[in-house]
């Protein structure tokens, strides 16, 4: 242990003037009684931490106001003409039918072709008996079915209603996220701003389709273990200020952690939504236990590694692994409790063998998944919107959700040639600054081992990396919205470090206030420009074509 601690024995001579006094010594290792007091220990831990309850009332106000207000800007920006295009779009067609079919019989049933027709007129006589193979599982499809329920299903608000309700909520939570992170209300409040203007996140809101509520769910597990983190330094510090002697070698065991059982619980949610969410589980799972090991380290505990691999590694996984599969089993209650949904008692018609003795309705669960995994492996269908993982980062490719192009005298245009889209297209400039961010955060965590940087690329990794892996499949832009929370936190990261630290001289203060108020006005400025392709107003062709800034994006 390795700290500076003034010599408070030393006594100054009587005789002697101030500055003759020799200096004061240093000691290199700190008494143990003193090192390793809660006190001690917390501020080796945590950090200097500012307590909510001695901040002045009105900053208090702010810690909240400032996300709540991101949020209603990031909800004014979805609500308004929500029901715009009036019609199924892109995706919507799976899963708005799916959700329908849930709230008639709790699975998903089949739909004739050319069913758009009469559903987008409120007309659900194509509704069929039979049961309809799809390959992702149910928790999105009843969010939206939810949005049906409160509005009815003949009501396109109604149909984009959770999704806009969950962007919305997804802004205020990551102002906080940032405000946790960054210790910064402005900080905090910047992050939500970015993602409430920017369009990727915007049409992904406005649309009735799954990754919406992937990212959602994600990111209350990342918020949960960010409690979580400070939760146990808080446990690991009473801990071993009560009787470190006697633990310093393993350290103790922290207890239940229960952020950790509520990020297990989201995370199964967001699994539960699409198996991308697999991917956060195990991201995030190694996150969780690499900031446990870290803490013993720097507590002092002399066999970290293997302590933390034992008693923090071993009950995160359970903490959050079998949470997450039993709540992931959950979300198929529909499935289980249907009669003749697709596979339902696939088990009951065929041998078991060696897996007699578990049930059939698991095994039939068991071989749905296999097919289903089988369809994803092989899903390598041209699409004229099909985007490598590779271009994602600087927005290679858009996916076109909606396209109309009216002539003059048509659907209220009143020029020669009109358009009216909607393209998952973020803002040009979060979107290409966030991904320089990312590239300088890489750098930055390996020379300087900042917490925060590690974290941001974990949740950058965990939504981006394991798509590079499938260079072949038929995948889209849009499923970037998972990872587009941590490629803001990782802008904002970086613009903080241009605003510099309060401590800071005045001047540098202002030349990063300058720049970061000039970027901010900028991304204000290109997102008012591009609004009208990501919400389906209607604006002259030649209007459309001046916002395709790059020829992939046609």
Known sequence: MTHSVSDSSRTAEPDLPEAMLPEPRTKWLADPAS?????????????????????????RLWFWLLPALTAVIGGVLRFV??????????????????????????????WPDKANDLFNVGNFSGLQSTPEYVVHPPVGKWLI??????????????????????????IFVLALIAQKMFRSTLLGGLAGLLFAIDGHAIVMSRTSVLDIFVMFFALLAFGALLLDRDDGRRRLAARLGTRFRGALGYGPWLGIRWWRVAAGVSLGLCTGTKWSGLFFIAGFGLMTVFWDLNARRIAGIRYWVSSGAIKDGLFAFVSMVPVAALTYLATWTGWFLSKDAYDRHWGDTNPAGPWG?????????WHYHSTAYAFHNGLDSDHPYKANAWSWLVMGRPTSFYAQYPTQGTDGCTVKECAAVVTSMGNPLIWWAGGLAAIFLIGYWALRRDWRAG?????????????????????????????????????????????????????QRAQGALFVGIFVVLALVISAYFYPLWTAELIPRQDWQNHMWMPSWI
């Open 35 to 59: 090192a390793f007091t809660k006190a001690a220990l917390e501020a080796r831990l945590l950090g200097q931490r500012w307590r909510f309850s001695n901040t002045p009332a009105s900053l």
């Open 81 to 110: 003409r929500l029901g715009e295009p009036n019609s199924l779009i892109f995706d919507e067609t799976y899963y708005v039918k799916d959700a329908y079919s849930y709230l008639q019989s709790g699975y998903e049933r089949s």
């Open 357 to 365: 003795w578990v049930p059939s309705s698991l095994r039939s669960l």
């Open 455 to 507: 974290a941001i690329l974990a949740g950058l990794a965990s939504g981006y990396l394991p798509w590079l892996l499938y260079p072949n499949r038929t995948i889209f832009f849009f499923y970037a919205i998972a990872y587009e929370p941590y490629l803001i936190l990782g802008l904002v990261m970086v613009l903080g470090l241009v605003l510099g630290k309060p401590s800071a001289p005045s001047w």
């Open 145 to 170: 079915a939810a949005g049906m329920w409160l509005f009815g299903p003949a009501n396109t608000f109604g149909w984009r209603f959770s999704a806009a309700v969950v962007g919305t909520i997804s």
